[in-house]
Each structure stands twice: as C-alpha cells, then as structure tokens.
C-alpha cells in the first residue's frame, strides 16, 4: 500500500482505508497469514471466534474491505471497523470502543514480518480482534471497557486499566470443561504464539481475578510469561460491569506491582510455569500501556 494517500486524520483519528489501493502481494500475504491460522486454531480457539468468522465471512480471499465487513458485524452486534493510520492517543480510542467503533491500522506486514512485527498490522487488528465483535457478549465487553477507559481518564489510572485489556482482549484464555482455549487476538493472530500459550510448559495459566490482573506487569516484546484464564465471556462482562473500579484504583495505588511470573498464594493455579523459555531470553520489557 505504499502509494496510499497521505491525507489527513479527522479529529477522531480516523481516515478512509482506501482498499482499492491495496496491490496483489499485499492480498496474498493477507492469505498467506489467514491459511496458516485457519489450519491452526480449530481446537484452540474459543468456539465464538470460529463462528464470527463464518458471519463475518473473512474467509474470503484478499484484505477485508471494512465497507462490506461494516454491514455484517453492525447486522450483528452493532460495531463497526474504522481505519486509523496507526495507534491513537488514549482518549480516542476509549471513545471509539464506548460508541462500538474499533480502530484497525490499514497496513499490512512485510515478508520479513511474518512472525514478528512491533506495530499492529491490519491482520492483527482484524482477523484477531474482530471475529469476538460478532459475539453479543464479548461485544458488549469490549463497550463496556471503551467506557470505563474514559473513566480512567478522568481517575488517571489508564496504566491500570490496561492490564486489563491486555491480559484479556490481547491475551486471554478461556477455561472449556478440563481444557484451555485461546481468544485473545495477540494469540489468535500469531502462529507461534497460538501453540505457546495452550502447549508449553515455561507461562503460568491462571485463573482471572481483576485486582490481581491489574496488579500485574506484563511483557510486549516477546511471549508471555502469564496467562489468566476467564470462566466465560458472560462472567468477564459482569464483572467488569459489576465492579466500582474507582475504590479499586485507590485500593492499588498503595499497592506495589507484581512481576510477571509471580505465583501469589490465594491463586487458581492451572499450569505452574517452569519460567524455563522466559530465562533463556535476553532482558524483557515491561510494559503498562496498549
């Protein structure tokens, strides 16, 4: 998409994709990445993320055109995706998820970035995040923490709340009978990462508990070294919603951070992690921000 225009973002941050600027190669590697995924995740993946790609239709070959996607996720719970030309200050984007609008680069990677790149791409963005929009209860979700971002504006603990997007939206398990299964879209969208997360014995997977969550760092550049596991969609929602996150705040500003493998003794342990991949690595950084 190198010659898309360069024109300027709205207040919003929002610009047109511009689909028809796309070139072949830029497709083809849009198929090359959701073949490899399609073939992996069955048995993985939350059952709702297969089937909002089956109502979303994103088996059809070629980069989304968000035009035609639009009218299909908004028939379904209402969302739509916008363009942005890349990440978009705080406020903005907690605005866009409380009004059911979810911001997606329109670039895809390059060859060279097929398993690692640190911008997400629109394949991250869409094929990982989208599908769970189709879903009335994640979707509601996803709303539901749009609106308490801009709470954490005005309280600021944006740092807090962001744990919470990342060890669910991006990074989340999700317990099925005795089994684990993925829906976070940092997992979904990643080869590797999809088998990490469910198959090696180096993270810890443990169960959701949203002080505890946001007490936590986390790691951007590189796997995880925890994981934390919902009961369900229906369960994370009412929890989110339930909960006066104001107190909270107050509650964890006195408090110190955890590191991210640490195992506390009034957890629900799943997998107790050998931490063996996270020490063969050189330093991690930490982050606290989407």
């Known amino acids: ?73 908004m028939d379904a719970t209402g969302w739509q995706v ?12 907690f605005d866009h998820l409380a009004n059911r609008r979810f911001v997606a680069g329109r670039f895809i990677r390059r060859p060279d970035q097929i ?72 997992i979904v969208s990643s080869f590797s990462e999809s088998v990490f997360a469910l198959d090696d014995p180096s993270p810890n997977r443990i169960g959701f508990d949203l002080k505890r969550l946001m007490q936590t760092r986390y790691r951007i550049d590189d796997f995880q070294q925890t994981y934390f596991v919902i009961d369900s969609f229906e369960d994370l929602l009412a929890q989110t919603i339930g909960t006066d996150f104001a107190p909270l705040y107050q509650e964890l500003a006195g408090s110190t951070d955890l590191d991210v493998a640490t195992i506390l003794p009034g957890d629900t342990v799943f997998h107790l992690g050998t931490q063996a991949y996270a020490r063969s690595r050189p330093t991690h950084s930490s982050g606290s921000s989407e």
Do not use: C
């Not at 942005?84 to 406020?91: E, K, T, W």
């Not at 005005?154 to 829906?183: C, M, N």
């Open 1 to 73: 998409m190198g010659e898309i225009s360069l024109d300027m973002h709205k207040g919003d941050w929002t610009v047109p994709q511009e689909w028809h600027l796309y070139r072949a190669d830029e497709h083809a590697m849009w198929d090359r990445l959701f073949e490899r995924q399609a073939r992996l995740l069955p048995g993985r993946v939350a059952p709702a993320f297969l089937e909002g790609l089956d109502i979303l239709r994103l088996s059809k070959p070629g980069i989304p055109d968000f035009a035609e996607l639009n009218a299909r996720l």
């Open 82 to 93: 916008v363009a942005v030309p890349g990440l978009v200050p705080d406020a903005v984007f």
């Open 115 to 186: 398993d690692y790149l640190e911008e997400p791409d629109i394949f991250h963005d869409v094929f990982g995040h989208v599908p769970l929009l189709a879903n009335p209860v994640f979707a509601d979700y996803m709303a539901a923490y749009g609106r308490g971002g801009q709470r954490a504006v005005k309280l600021g603990a944006i740092e807090r709340l962001a744990r919470l997007y990342w060890y669910t939206v991006e990074f989340g398990l999700l317990r099925s009978g005795d089994s684990l299964q993925i829906y976070g879209a940092g």
